[in-house]
């Protein structure tokens, strides 16, 4: 079956762009999770979606930074006027059950990397 | 105070050695999940085994296998008869049930495991 699919898988910015990195979950799984990934570091929770309801976004940065799951699938993950400290790997991860659980596995996709020049 | 802490940042192994990866947490939630990812150079972090607070046994997953150890709060994964395709960046990550705090994955800084042949 298909893993979580992100697009694209490289980007590079230039400063004061505005860019989407796009999540395709595995289908049926409810809910849905950013991260942040910066070189050398695990990742670092950004936003946790539960079908379109967007039940948590304590770990984003700025309010630079909005997330969206409009019809409780595909997720988007905007960054407004980016800046350099914004490069990072973006890593999008879909788990089958809804609400907080601690055994629900959550399963990753490959990541977007992206670079603000 | 890091509620993972992994202490290697870098391990170099021989090949068909057994080797274990060390992790430490801080929580105070009595119900909580541990899990451990293998992201290899492409960058997908790949789920490899997880253990629930209240589990008696240690977790199983083929050549890996969880040595928890709840009063230490240590939760170590142990890779039996290691293979060249093992080399990468291993992630210890727990998720709290409370809800009090972020609803995502709480990573530590990693382990990068090199094997040798």
């Known amino acids: 079956g298909a893993g979580v699919s992100q697009s694209p898988r490289y980007k590079v910015a230039k400063r004061g762009q505005d860019v989407a990195l796009r999540c395709d979950p595995i289908?049926?799984?409810?809910?849905l999770f950013w991260y942040q990934q910066a070189l050398g570091q695990g990742p670092e929770f950004l936003t946790y979606?539960?079908?379109?309801?967007?039940?948590?976004k304590s770990g984003l940065p700025s309010d630079r930074f909005f997330a969206e799951r409009p019809e409780g699938s595909v997720s988007t993950l905007k960054i407004q006027r980016t800046q350099q400290e914004d490069s990072a790997v973006y890593l999008c991860?879909?788990?089958?059950?809804?609400?907080?659980?601690?055994?629900?596995?959550?399963?990753f996709g490959p990541g977007t990397r992206l670079t603000v020049l | 105070a890091q509620k993972i802490t992994q202490t290697q940042p870098g391990m170099f192994v021989q090949e068909k050695e057994a080797v274990t990866l060390d992790c430490t947490y801080d929580?105070?939630?009595?119900?909580?999940?541990l899990f451990w990812y293998k992201q290899p150079s492409s960058g997908e972090m790949i789920f490899l085994i997880y253990?629930?607070?209240?589990?008696?046994q240690n977790a199983t997953e083929g050549r890996y296998s969880l040595n928890f150890q709840k009063a230490r709060k240590s939760a170590n994964l142990v890779i039996s008869a290691s293979q060249l395709g093992d080399s990468a960046m291993y992630f210890c990550?727990?998720?709290?049930?409370?809800?009090?705090?972020?609803?995502?994955?709480?990573f530590g800084k990693g382990t990068h495991l090199i094997i040798q042949p």
């Open positions: 979606f539960q079908n379109e309801a967007q039940l948590d």
């Open positions: 253990q629930g607070s209240y589990d008696q």
């Open positions: 289908s049926g799984h409810v809910s």
């Open positions: 929580t105070s939630d009595p119900s909580y999940g």
């Open positions: 991860a879909s788990s089958f059950l809804a609400g907080i659980s601690s055994t629900d596995t959550q399963y």
């Open positions: 990550a727990m998720r709290e049930d409370s809800g009090g705090g972020a609803d995502g994955l709480t």
